[in-house]
């Protein structure tokens, strides 16, 4: 973990953040654009539109330790822009079939082409390891179907629910959530390919058979038209990661909050320091929900500059690509750190249904108070119910009487049944099967 004030804090040890870092870094960057550029001499050989003999010393000189990395990054920087280096050094190592690299492209292409392998390498793994953290929570759900707690409305007790239906909630919108990023990726993992101003003019007449046979040598999508100044793709891959993000933030927040000493109810897994003070010894810190929460709340922020990348100028933007990329690639990473957290954080979340069941009992049968209501409602009206019912909620409060007590003291006829649990919980258990169902079929 990095020590620097930049640092991200955990996010920085996970997995996913250390892989996104690595495919969005320099050699992860050089590495798709070599992948465009051998593509795209593969495909125009096999089309006739560049000599066969050409293909293989361009395949070979595409490699990336052909490559003179420090005269790259100089040029780079004299250029403003990686490619015209990039392909300079690669012509020259081809030799003179290296002036058939890079043919009939822009560098706009070679760098949207690399960028959509990236978001698909990215998204890939990513997904792959939401697919553990849906496991858990189902798994989870399942569990505590029938484990009592409290349900709790502006952060004050409501009615009884089971932690089984609180983990389904947070699962059933980290679905919808996997769902619109794999929707988003899909859109986005399309090839660009279209020269200058992306009218493939420069390939007499075959430029649309290249970059159909483009996409497919690189797996990707093929768009209906060149995409050089529409960036919505980027925004949605952007939007979908801010929302992934936000909805892990939301698992976070309910167990940071729930780990709160007075409440007791779960405990993040134990490890060696983990959370702990530096002055108070008893302390452990909810380290890894505040982690997965900054993330979410970091990015958050990116979703805007990837909005603004959309007001391109004609047909080519200025001032938008550099900007529009880091914010692809923060928002990836941190998402991508906050996924590995959460799956960490669910391995070993520590689950104590005694104190669940124990502040259910907190408030004296209050909890049971919308329940008597609604019995009361036929004789007198829900709203004259209601009323009663809050009179005597607030005597309950200032006395040691329970509700059912209270109730009776009040000459008020309640079945007791009113205030047994499963009469509140009844319906989760359908909801529950529904969400987990949905889960494990990858719905």
């Known amino acids: 973990m990095s020590l620097a004030s930049t640092a991200p804090g955990l996010l920085a040890d996970k997995a996913g953040y250390r892989r996104t870092g690595d495919i969005f870094g320099e050699e992860g960057t050089i590495d798709a654009y070599l992948a465009f550029e051998r593509s795209l001499a593969e495909v125009q050989g096999a089309l006739g539109v560049i000599p066969r003999e050409a293909v293989a010393p361009i395949l070979k000189a595409c490699q990336r330790d052909n490559l003179e990395r420090e005269a790259l990054r100089r040029d780079a920087a004299q250029v403003g822009y990686p490619v015209v280096a990039l392909v300079e050094q690669l012509a020259s190592r081809a030799g003179p079939p290296g002036q058939w690299v890079h043919y009939g492209a822009t560098t706009q292409d070679v760098m949207d082409t690399a960028l959509a392998l990236q978001i698909r ?11 553990s953290v849906e496991t858990l929570l189902a798994e989870l759900a399942i569990r505590h179907r029938h484990t009592l707690m409290i349900g709790r409305s502006k952060l004050q007790h409501a009615v009884p629910i089971t932690f089984g239906y609180k983990v389904a909630v947070w699962l059933d919108q980290l679905i919808r959530r996997r769902k619109v990023l794999a929707r988003a990726v899909q859109e986005a993992a399309v090839v660009q390919f279209g020269g200058a101003t992306g009218t493939l003019a420069s390939l007499n007449g075959q430029g649309v058979a290249v970059r159909a046979a483009l996409a497919r040598q690189l797996g990707l ?5 060149s995409w050089h100044v529409t960036r919505d793709r980027v925004v ?18 309910d167990i940071a909050l729930m780990m709160s000493t007075e409440v007791g109810e779960l405990r993040e897994p134990a490890a060696e320091g983990r959370g702990s003070s530096s002055t108070m010894p008893q302390k452990r810190n909810p380290v890894l929900c505040e982690a997965i929460i900054e993330a979410a709340r970091d990015v958050r922020g990116t979703t805007a500059r990837a909005l603004d990348a959309m007001l391109q100028d004609h047909e080519r933007g200025i001032g938008h690509g550099y900007g529009e990329r880091r914010a692809l690639a923060a928002a990836m990473m941190e998402t991508a750190g906050a996924v590995s957290l959460t799956l960490e954080l669910l391995q070993g979340l520590e689950v104590n249904a005694a104190a ?3 502040n259910v009992k907190l408030s004296r049968g209050l909890v049971y108070a919308e329940a008597a209501m609604l019995e009361l409602a036929d004789e007198l009206g829900r709203v004259e119910a209601h009323h009663l019912i809050r009179k005597i909620c607030q005597d309950v409060e200032q006395s ?11 000459g008020l006829n309640v079945p007791e049944s009113t205030f047994h649990t499963e009469t509140q919980v009844g319906a989760l258990s359908t909801m529950i099967d529904r969400v987990v169902m949905k889960a494990r079929s990858r719905g």
Do not use: F, H, N
């Not at 390498?121 to 792959?128: F, G, I």
């Not at 949605?236 to 927040?253: N, P």
């Not at 040691?400 to 009040?410: I, K, R, S, V």
């Open 121 to 131: 390498q990215v998204a890939d793994a990513t997904l792959d390891e939401l697919a």
């Open 221 to 225: 999508g093929e768009p209906d038209i």
């Open 236 to 253: 949605d891959v952007i939007y979908a990661e801010a929302s992934l993000a936000a909805a892990l933030g939301k698992i976070a927040t």
């Open 356 to 358: 669940m069941v124990r």
């Open 400 to 410: 040691e009487l329970t509700l059912p007590q209270a109730l009776a003291e009040a």
